[in-house]
């Protein structure tokens, strides 16, 4: 799906006179494609370290999945998807068309094989590797973050109130507590509340709410938007470019990578990084890689900031989805559709959280909303491709599903140490392209 920033315009980047290199002239010292925000943190980290970064994308800077997220620093969320307890929950949730989980009928033998790989990836001798992979990959992500906001002056688009899950049963509640005491493992502050307490953390709450879970460590962001431009507006200042454009396939031998354009014109580079999201198996198959990656369509929208005071994220895990309050607009999303890549949008499913958010909050006003869907890049173990191709000079950088503004800066380090022949700071093999 190509689409333009809100206002109908190209972003400001893609408006200037073509450089040498985008006339096809020269050759790219690193090339990336994917301008969302994974593909940005390596851009910028490999920009720090001196090198030279052109980035590729199809319609601008944090315009398509990146631009819509729930806008959640995750840092706590450790326990992969694939282990959340997901497929006991699928024949309840499938039973709901509009559900925290849908899947097309016309889609599901064309999804069969990813979901019996997440079946097996969710059995219990994989937990502990999948736990610690994933803890891992958090703390780096933090670490990562807070030194990049820092460094590219973005600190106070940072926003740390915490967040609030609820359940509406004592079952319910009882159901989370083994997930959270694996999080005490990882040394993740939280603590259970009720009544006023509750209250006063997030007032005008509906009774329906027995309990919630306070975790004061989550964090958020203004806006994910505008936080991934400017990022990208540090990058430019030490020197990245982009380019607007779609890129059809790419090439790759000993002497580099070749990516050659919809208007049949090629760059060539040195180093090539996949970071497409949802499109970078497609362009994984142009190299031999087949990696089972799917896609988990997200919905939300975004109602005018005075549509009800939320003080913090608001989460809702037994209906599949978050209200979080942004600088600019108030945002309920997220449930799972797993319907690929073509498929029209089915915004009923985003008014159906919305009447929920109704319900859960009353007093919300929900006029003046903008509707959104996006694709998150999904593996059926729940860990994103962090590495090598099997060609040479390719690294591939996808497949965060939920979690890739969390771990976008995280990825970007790993992918710069790779770049640059250092040794990564955690072991990559739970993220190898090569393991399925």
Same mark, same amino acid.
């Given at each position: 799906?190509?689409?333009?920033?809100?206002?109908?315009?190209?972003?400001?980047?893609?408006?200037?006179?073509?450089?040498?290199?985008?006339?096809?002239?020269?050759?790219?010292?690193?090339?990336?494609?994917?301008?969302?925000?994974?593909?940005?943190?390596?851009?910028?980290?490999?920009?720090?370290?001196?090198?030279?970064?052109?980035?590729?994308?199809?319609?601008?800077?944090?315009?398509?999945?990146?631009?819509?997220?729930?806008?959640?620093?995750?840092?706590?969320?450790?326990?992969?998807?694939?282990?959340?307890?997901?497929?006991?929950?699928?024949?309840?949730?499938?039973?709901?068309?509009?559900?925290?989980?849908?899947?097309?009928?016309?889609?599901?033998?064309?999804?069969?094989?990813?979901?019996?790989?997440?079946?097996?990836?969710?059995?219990?001798?994989?937990?502990?590797?999948?736990?610690?992979?994933?803890?891992?990959?958090?703390?780096?992500?933090?670490?990562?973050?807070?030194?990049?906001?820092?460094?590219?002056?973005?600190?106070?688009?940072?926003?740390?109130?915490?967040?609030?899950?609820?359940?509406?049963?004592?079952?319910?509640?009882?159901?989370?507590?083994?997930? &959270? /005491?694996?999080?005490? !493992?990882? =040394?993740?502050? *939280?603590? +259970?509340?009720?009544? @006023?307490?509750?209250? #006063?953390?997030?007032?005008?709450?509906?009774?329906?709410?027995?309990?919630?879970?306070?975790?004061?460590?989550?964090?958020?962001?203004?806006?994910?938007?505008?936080?991934?431009?400017?990022? &990208? /507006?540090?990058?430019? !200042?030490? =020197?990245?470019? *982009?380019? +607007?454009?779609?890129? @059809?396939?790419?090439? #790759?031998?000993?002497?580099?990578?070749?990516?050659?354009?919809?208007?049949?014109?090629?760059?060539?580079?040195?180093?090539?990084?996949?970071?497409?999201?949802?499109?970078?198996?497609?362009?994984?198959?142009?190299?031999?890689?087949?990696?089972?990656?799917?896609?988990?369509?997200?919905?939300?929208?975004?109602?005018?900031?005075?549509?009800?005071?939320?003080?913090?994220?608001?989460?809702?895990?037994?209906?599949?989805?978050?209200?979080?309050?942004?600088?600019?607009?108030?945002?309920?999303?997220?449930?799972?559709?797993?319907?690929?890549?073509?498929?029209?949008?089915?915004?009923?499913?985003?008014?159906?959280?919305?009447?929920?958010?109704?319900?859960?909050?009353?007093?919300?006003?929900?006029?003046?909303?903008?509707?959104?869907?996006?694709?998150?890049?999904?593996?059926?173990?729940?860990?994103?491709?962090?590495?090598?191709?099997?060609?040479?000079?390719?690294?591939?950088?996808?497949?965060?599903?939920?979690?890739?503004?969390?771990?976008?800066?995280?990825?970007?380090?790993?992918?710069?140490?790779?770049?640059?022949?250092?040794?990564?700071?955690?072991?990559?093999?739970?993220?190898?392209?090569?393991?399925?």
């Amino acid at each position: 799906m190509q689409e333009n920033s809100e206002d109908g315009r190209r972003p400001s980047s893609a408006l200037r006179a073509p450089s040498p290199r985008q006339r096809g002239e020269g050759r790219e010292d690193i090339a990336i494609i994917g301008g969302g925000i994974i593909g940005i943190c390596a851009a910028t980290l490999l920009s720090e370290a001196g090198r030279s970064v052109t980035v590729f994308d199809r319609t601008g800077i944090c315009e398509e999945t990146s631009s819509g997220n729930a806008a959640a620093f995750a840092f706590s969320d450790v326990l992969p998807l694939a282990h959340k307890g997901m497929i006991r929950q699928l024949p309840k949730w499938l039973a709901d068309p509009l559900g925290p989980l849908t899947i097309p009928p016309a889609y599901l033998p064309k999804l069969l094989p990813w979901l019996i790989r997440f079946w097996r990836a969710g059995a219990p001798k994989h937990y502990e590797a999948s736990l610690a992979a994933q803890a891992g990959m958090m703390r780096l992500a933090e670490a990562e973050w807070m030194g990049l906001l820092d460094r590219s002056g973005t600190r106070p688009m940072l926003r740390e109130d915490g967040s609030l899950e609820f359940y509406e049963s004592e079952a319910e509640f009882r159901a989370s507590l083994p997930g &959270w /005491a694996e999080r005490q !493992r990882f =040394g993740i502050g *939280f603590r +259970h509340v009720e009544g @006023e307490e509750m209250a #006063a953390l997030q007032p005008g709450l509906s009774p329906r709410f027995v309990k919630a879970t306070f975790v004061p460590g989550w964090k958020t962001v203004a806006d994910p938007k505008l936080l991934g431009k400017a990022i &990208w /507006a540090y990058a430019e !200042r030490l =020197g990245a470019r *982009f380019e +607007h454009t779609r890129v @059809e396939r790419i090439e #790759a031998d000993a002497n580099g990578a070749t990516i050659i354009l919809a208007d049949g014109s090629r760059r060539t580079a040195k180093k090539l990084l996949i970071a497409a999201g949802a499109w970078s198996h497609l362009l994984a198959r142009n190299l031999g890689d087949r990696i089972p990656l799917e896609t988990e369509r997200g919905y939300n929208t975004t109602l005018p900031v005075s549509a009800f005071d939320v003080r913090r994220q608001l989460i809702f895990s037994g209906h599949g989805f978050v209200i979080t309050p942004l600088q600019t607009g108030l945002r309920v999303g997220g449930a799972v559709e797993l319907g690929g890549i073509e498929r029209p949008p089915n915004f009923a499913r985003s008014k159906a959280m919305l009447e929920k958010a109704k319900r859960f909050l009353p007093g919300l006003d929900p006029s003046g909303g903008r509707e959104w869907m996006g694709y998150r890049p999904s593996l059926p173990d729940s860990l994103p491709v962090i590495g090598t191709a099997r060609a040479p000079n390719v690294y591939y950088a996808f497949g965060h599903g939920h979690l890739g503004l969390t771990q976008s800066a995280a990825t970007g380090r790993l992918i710069r140490d790779l770049v640059l022949g250092q040794t990564p700071p955690l072991d990559l093999t739970p993220f190898r392209p090569q393991r399925f």
